[in-house]
């Protein structure tokens, strides 16, 4: 009896574990989705929402410091207040501390996080995106960024776990890469790159800025 006793009470334990497990991940997520949702309106020209974009990553990266992901979106508000920022020298600062962030977050990469999904997209591909995002934005006469971010992107295409995310997610990528063929004069790729975000993604974040450009381009 004692045994059988003993049993139910582990079981139970472990069943509560679980459940508690299982509700940290979900207020994790929320609580992500709705700082996500505040970045990009402070990525849209909100100085203020992007303030509070940083406070919420920072909370969400030290409570979940294996997260890279967390991470990346608190360095890239960081490189967005340097956009917002007057003084030369802090627009600086602020550039570089969100950088050296995003680098971490890079660097905390590990195969596992091609497994993890928030949001049913995986933790690695979103670090990357934002990293590229962040790399394309920020002058490259201050912070040298470009070059890194081709390659980060080139790699990140290439993978299996990029061809396996969700087309919403394909699709940004692709309009990375077509702001990459602008920049290097490919306008046959740019045109083809841009289609594709179409394609994947019809009613996606980046489908009127690619429509303009294909009209712009007479494609």
Do not use: C
Not at 54 to 76: H, I, M, T, V
Not at 127 to 156: C, I, M, S, W
Not at 157 to 171: D, G, L, N, W
């Amino acid at each position: 009896m004692n045994k059988t006793l003993q049993y139910i009470r582990a079981a139970t334990a472990a069943l509560a574990l679980s459940f508690t497990l299982v509700a940290a991940a979900q207020g994790s997520e929320e609580a992500f989705i709705k700082a996500q949702a505040t970045f990009e309106r402070g990525l849209r020209g909100s100085e203020s929402d992007n303030e509070a974009a940083a406070a919420q990553f920072k909370q969400l990266s030290e409570q979940e410091p294996g997260n890279p992901l967390y991470l990346a979106y608190y360095g890239s508000t960081q490189t967005i207040m340097a956009r917002d920022a007057w003084l030369p020298w802090k627009k600086l600062r602020f550039g570089e501390q969100g950088l050296d962030l995003i680098d971490k977050a890079l660097k905390r990469l590990k195969p596992e996080h091609d497994k993890v999904l928030t949001r049913k997209v995986p933790v690695s591909i979103e670090t990357r995106l934002v990293a590229l995002n962040t790399f394309f934005k920020v002058p490259d006469q201050f912070f040298h960024r470009y070059d890194g971010g081709k390659a980060l992107l080139t790699e990140t295409m290439k993978s299996p776990v990029f061809a396996q995310s969700p087309p919403e997610i394909q699709a940004r990528f692709y309009f990375q890469a077509a702001f990459v063929a602008k920049k290097d004069g490919r306008t046959a790729d740019e045109v083809a790159q841009l289609k594709r975000v179409l394609e994947l993604d019809p009613q996606g974040k980046d489908v009127d800025a690619a429509r303009a450009r294909l009209k712009e381009l007479g494609a």
